[in-house]
């Protein structure tokens, strides 16, 4: 089965400070990786995605991850928070072996808390 | 396009009752899952359809719950005797048929917060 794995439970940040938030997945086979954010009682809204193509995707809100195969890795960025991105960020990964008609796997979550 | 709606957003019942929660998809999207969020956890995956078809269900799906399409359009989660542990976010997601890889991307309601008492 796939896992994913968010180090950090929590973040505390300064405003217009960058940000890096940790995921690591895996797997053995090709997967699509996902970042999506949850402000408090909504669902989820999608960041960004890596599907195929290059490493460094772009998303919404000036984020942006990077794919790394040989570390199994997919960590978001952002060079400048604003106290908006206050939010919950899960990683999730999908594809591959997983089954369930591309089914996604999250992570627990990373609590991002941005401050003045 | 008004994105994938789910109803009622809240969801009091007390042990034992029945409930019932209805998605909306995106039109067009053939693809619909449920998964289930606790408190300070990750959404887990409970099952999903295509079109009408239900063709896999979570080991976390007792059998207490069940999930129809019938007409390959709106979904509906109900679960019966409810029981404390029940309590959770359940939230939809929706995704297209294509083209190419667009399928993968799913596309998330605002849930349905269900307590038990």
């Known amino acids: 089965a796939q896992s994913v794995t968010q180090l950090d439970s929590q973040v505390p940040v300064f405003e217009e400070a960058p940000v890096e938030l940790r995921c690591n997945y895996s797997?053995?086979?090709?997967?699509?990786l996902f970042w999506y954010v949850q402000y408090p009682n909504q669902g989820l809204q999608l960041l960004l995605k890596?599907?195929?193509?290059?490493?460094l995707v772009k998303g919404i809100n000036g984020f942006e991850a990077e794919f790394n195969k040989s570390q199994t890795s997919f960590h978001l960025r952002k060079p400048s928070v604003h106290i908006s991105d206050t939010a919950e960020y899960f990683c999730?990964?999908?594809?591959?072996?997983?089954?369930?008609?591309?089914?996604?796997?999250f992570g627990t979550g990373t609590q991002l808390k941005v401050e003045l | 396009d008004t994105g994938v709606s789910q109803n009622p957003r809240h969801k009091i019942t007390k042990r034992g009752q029945n409930v019932t929660f209805r998605c909306d998809p995106i039109?067009?999207?053939?693809?619909l899952y449920w998964y289930r969020q606790t408190l300070g956890q990750g959404p887990e995956f409970l099952t999903y359809?295509?079109?009408?078809?239900?063709?896999?269900k979570s080991r976390l799906l007792s059998d207490r719950f069940s999930a129809e399409r019938p007409k390959g359009s709106f979904s509906t989660l109900e679960i019966q005797r409810t029981e404390q542990g029940d309590s959770a976010m359940y939230l939809c997601?929706?995704?297209?048929?294509?083209?190419?890889?667009?399928?993968?991307?799913?596309?998330f309601g605002p849930g349905t917060r269900l307590t038990v008492t």
């Open positions: 997601a929706s995704s297209s048929p294509g083209p190419g890889l667009a399928r993968h991307e799913q596309y």
């Open positions: 797997s053995s086979v090709s997967v699509y």
């Open positions: 890596y599907l195929s193509g290059s490493t």
């Open positions: 999730a990964v999908s594809g591959g072996l997983t089954g369930g008609g591309n089914k996604l796997t």
């Open positions: 039109s067009e999207h053939n693809r």
């Open positions: 359809f295509q079109n009408e078809a239900q063709l896999e």
